[in-house]
């Protein structure tokens, strides 16, 4: 990138490039918008719903969203299941997608 263009990129703040740069991939805008419909997925249930994705193809995606603070992974057990991580929006997720008239 010239030094002109990343003067330029610079003057965006850096949690809204990280937003943008997680978002600018079409799986990962689905998945935050999975979590905006249903609330929360345990890990396998996003596995499933999201097929033919990998786990770990999965597990990248779900650490972007998170690492741009629009997702939020947590750990609960679940009575009589075997699903103990689940992820949901966080409220900057949420506003995002209300932002770009998502939700």
Do not use: C, W
């Not at 002109?4 to 703040?13: G, L, N, T, V, W």
């Not at 890990?43 to 097929?51: D, K, P, S």
């Not at 009589?80 to 008239?101: A, M, N, P, V």
């Amino acid at each position: 990138m010239s030094s002109i263009m990343a003067r330029y990129k610079e003057r965006i703040p850096h949690e809204t490039r990280s937003i943008l740069e997680a978002m600018s991939e079409p799986t990962r805008q689905g998945l935050a918008m999975m979590l905006a419909e249903r609330g929360e997925f345990s890990f396998n249930e996003l596995l499933q719903a999201a097929r033919p994705i990998n786990a770990s193809t999965l597990n990248h995606h779900l650490k972007a969203l998170i690492k741009a603070g629009l997702v939020r992974n947590y750990y609960r057990k679940v009575e009589g299941k075997d699903d103990y991580s689940f992820y949901q929006l966080t409220e900057l997720g949420r506003d995002f997608l209300k932002q770009i008239g998502a939700l």
